[in-house]
């Protein structure tokens, strides 16, 4: 362990703070809050923060590039949503979640945020396997911690434990602007389609070792089924560890929308 952190005059706002820590163990100039500043206010950092309100320290993810991973992912259901047109005005195309395998609130046990216990569904499917928990995935983390509950918390414990400033560099993340369009003037054909269930669910289940709709082909008559089999029952008949030469994410993180 290192040695005690005491609290000293943060570089950017002046306050006497606990300082952060970086991703080499050392101290930061900067407190918790001031260190992670540009993650927080960026359209992921918002996001993550809520999505992790139901996780406690122990169930977060395991370092920054973890987060980086939940980041593709994060990127993908954005692209896989789409964009239609309906009545003038623009609507989503398809809805997704970002969804646990091993449940955030599990009985005795919180789901791991972490990659790899991760996988976009379809919000139906999310709705119908929600807390079902018959399968471990093997992210589950028994404890009595509790979990954080509100976004603040998340954000003060996340600049104590990761470089937020490194991945912010990594990922280019840009404030978030909220972008009030004039629906009328945009053309929907210009604008990402959307990724239908079923191509999805077919991308998501590659993501894993040994993951395919194979096994079920026969028998899969709707994609949000078979999500919530995922979900519940597991990927296909492979390990369900992460495959590692997954190149989905990564060819479509270049891509700009
Ligand atoms: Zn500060």
Redesign the pocket.
């Known amino acids: 362990m290192s040695k005690a952190v005491t609290p000293r005059k943060?570089?950017?706002?002046?306050?006497r703070?606990m300082p952060a820590k970086r991703s080499n163990g050392k101290a930061s100039t900067?407190?918790?809050?001031?260190?992670g500043g540009q993650f927080w206010l960026s359209e992921f950092g918002r996001w993550f923060a809520e999505a992790a309100k139901r996780q406690s320290p122990a169930s977060m993810p395991i370092d920054e590039n973890d987060i980086e991973g939940i980041h593709a992912l994060w990127k993908e259901r954005k692209e896989a949503t789409g964009f239609t047109k309906g009545d003038g005005q623009l609507k989503p195309a398809y809805e997704y979640h970002i969804s646990h395998r091993d449940p955030a609130k599990g009985d005795g046990f919180q789901g791991r945020f972490t990659t790899a216990n991760l996988i976009i569904a379809t919000a139906k499917a999310n709705k119908m396997a929600y807390n079902d928990e018959p399968i471990d995935h093997g992210f589950r983390v028994y404890t009595d911690k509790k979990p954080f509950g509100t976004a603040a918390k998340v954000r003060e414990w996340c600049g104590g434990q990761y470089d937020l400033t490194g991945i912010v560099r990594d990922l280019g993340l840009k404030k978030y602007v909220s972008k009030k369009k004039s629906n009328a003037d945009i053309n929907p054909d210009f604008l990402p389609q959307g990724k239908p269930p079923q191509t999805m669910l077919e991308q998501q289940l590659r993501r894993f070792k040994g993951g395919s709709t194979d096994p079920w082909r026969h028998t899969i008559s709707n994609a949000n089924d078979s999500f919530t089999s995922a979900l519940v029952y597991g990927i296909g008949l492979g390990s369900g560890e992460l495959d590692e030469s997954y190149e989905g994410t990564k060819e479509r993180r270049e891509e700009d929308f």
């Open positions: 943060c570089s950017e706002c002046g306050k703070r900067k407190c918790k809050e001031c260190f």
